[in-house]
């Protein structure tokens, strides 16, 4: 099963936030990906790598829900009691969860 590494931006996002677990393959300055080597950029981590940290690292939980038409998928973010909501423009479910990404990775430069 191949899961989706998320793209260069955001890997690099990731590493101002911290985000430094060891991952198979890495960004390069170019925005090429291979197997992780010396000249890296950022790692590459995939999307669950990265729900994973965010999970353990910051208690940020990220979570894709099928809308109520069971056709697209919102996206449930939460951290602590706050809830936030991507709303349903993904088609799918890796869709729904990069959007949770990406908004946990605002809600962390809110916070700094």
Known sequence: MNLPEVPYEIAKE?????????????WYA???MCETGPDKDCYAPTQAEVCKWFR??????????????????????????????TRGTHDT???AELAGIKRSIEILKERS
């Not at 208690?59 to 706050?82: A, H, M, Q, W, Y």
């Open 14 to 26: 990731l590493k101002e936030l911290g985000f430094d677990w060891f991952t198979k393959n890495s």
């Open 30 to 32: 170019d925005g090429v």
């Open 56 to 85: 353990d690292k910051h208690e940020i939980f990220i979570e894709p829900v099928k809308t109520t038409d069971l056709e697209k998928f919102d996206c449930n973010v939460t951290r602590g009691s706050s809830l936030y909501i």
């Open 93 to 95: 479910y890796e869709q």
